[in-house]
């Protein structure tokens, strides 16, 4: 089982941060994705994720606490990264009022790769989020 951590600093506030990441349903701040199918909703929702070239991928909400500013998810089908059995919880941390960390943390099988190349990708996964998220936060 591979465990992946990324972190990153954001100079917006946590309560701003969290309220775009809250959005389960809502990825207008990513970049790459053409359309995303909802099903369900609340915890046990699925988001299908349609981007060129690829089989779509199901995100699947499994806990989430608008207190602690904390989700998780799994990704049970179609996921663009050499691993299985793929789970996820992200978490904004207040670091002063202004100031907030993000936390991602993956977890996973390897498949075809070695554990260092599975969690070097999942890295890579995060990295590229928090660059998109960097950029949506800076442009409100």
């Known amino acids: 089982m591979v465990e992946a ?34 099903i ?9 994720l349609f981007m060129p070239g690829m089989d779509p991928i ?19 089908r179609g996921i663009p990264l050499p691993v ?7 978490k904004v941390v207040a670091l002063d009022d202004n100031r907030c960390e993000v936390r991602w943390i993956g977890r996973a099988n390897a498949e075809g ?11 890579s996964t995060y990295d590229m989020l928090f660059d998109w998220l960097q950029a949506h936060m800076d442009a409100r």
């Open 84 to 90: 299985s059995n793929y789970s996820a919880e992200a």
């Open 40 to 48: 369900g909703e609340g915890v046990g929702m699925i988001r299908r």
């Open 5 to 38: 951590k990324q972190q990153r600093q954001f100079d917006h506030p946590a309560s701003a941060v969290w309220a775009v990441l809250e959005e389960f349903g809502n990825l207008d701040w990513t970049e790459g994705v053409e359309r995303i199918e909802l």
């Open 58 to 76: 199901d995100e699947q909400l499994t806990a989430v606490d608008s207190e602690a500013m904390w989700f998780s998810y799994d990704i049970p």
């Open 113 to 123: 790769v070695s554990e260092e190349e599975a969690a070097a990708a999942i890295v």
